[in-house]
T-cell receptor, first 112, second 120 residues
Framework: DAKTTQPNSMESNEEEPVHLPCNHS???????IHWYRQLPSQGPEYVIH???SNVNNRMASLAIAEDRKSSTLILHRATLRDAAVYYC?????????????FGKGTKLTVNP | ETGVTQSPTHLIKTRGQQVTLRCSSQ?????VSWYQQALGQGPQFIFQ???????GRGNFPPRFSGLQFPNYSSELNVNALELDDSALYLC???????????????????FGEGSRLTVL
């Protein structure tokens, strides 16, 4: 099973970019990297996922290292609403079926 | 709004009792995953149901069981409740797609707001 390492917490100021790192050195060559976030008192929500190259969507960008052992979630302009726990998740493949297994994540604090 | 609804939102039980939590998945989704989230921790995978059959299980004892119905809604049952079962129980629905050579891809998970269980 692929394991991830994320900082326990990070802090940012409103309207500044935020780079959330994740190490996943044991990921296999065909596993996507998924990122979810969980706002206070809510269920997790999907942010972005990618395989090899950088990915962008309306919420964030995902930069994946060339060796795929790490990735960085980029919030281009943090808002107060982005304060959440961010989870980097390589899938856990059991019996040919992919599951998403969460770790502890990074708690992002956004200062006004 | 994810279209995933869970009930009840809060409940209190005593040790030894049994509980059933319910999840209505998003329209068109064929897979339901259940997670347990203790206070201050990330969600822990309990099990997943795909087309009414259990399709993978995390490190939870057999007293945690589930069902998925033909309309893809789901139940989580926990027997002989223990104090440590106090947690937020999250349901997530997704559209799993079988990919030749890659197995079953779970796809994006859509979570409900969870059921907060307190065991006294």
């Amino acid at each position: 099973d692929a394991k991830t390492t994320q900082p326990n917490s990070m802090e940012s100021n409103e309207e500044e970019p935020v780079h959330l790192p994740c190490n996943h050195s044991t990921i296999s060559g065909t596993d996507y990297i998924h990122w979810y976030r969980q706002l206070p008192s809510q269920g997790p929500e999907y942010v972005i996922h990618g395989l090899t190259s950088n990915v962008n969507n309306r919420m964030a960008s995902l930069a994946i290292a060339e060796d795929r052992k790490s990735s960085t979630l980029i919030l281009h302009r943090a808002t107060l609403r982005d304060a959440a726990v961010y989870y980097c998740i390589p899938p856990d493949v059991q019996g040919g079926s992919e599951k998403l297994v969460f770790g502890k994540g990074t708690k992002l604090t956004v200062n006004p | 709004e994810t279209g995933v609804t869970q009930s009840p939102t809060h409940l209190i039980k005593t040790r030894g009792q049994q509980v059933t939590l319910r999840c209505s998945s998003q329209s068109g989704h064929n897979t339901v995953s259940w997670y347990q989230q203790a206070l201050g921790q990330g969600p822990q995978f309990i099990f997943q149901y795909y087309r009414e059959e259990e399709n993978g299980r995390g490190n939870f004892p057999p007293r945690f069981s589930g069902l998925q119905f033909p309309n893809y809604s789901s139940e989580l049952n926990v027997n002989a409740l223990e104090l440590d079962d106090s947690a937020l129980y999250l349901c997530a629905s997704s559209l799993a797609v079988g990919l030749a050579g890659y197995g079953l891809n779970t796809g994006e998970l859509f979570f409900g707001e969870g059921s907060r269980l307190t065991v006294l």
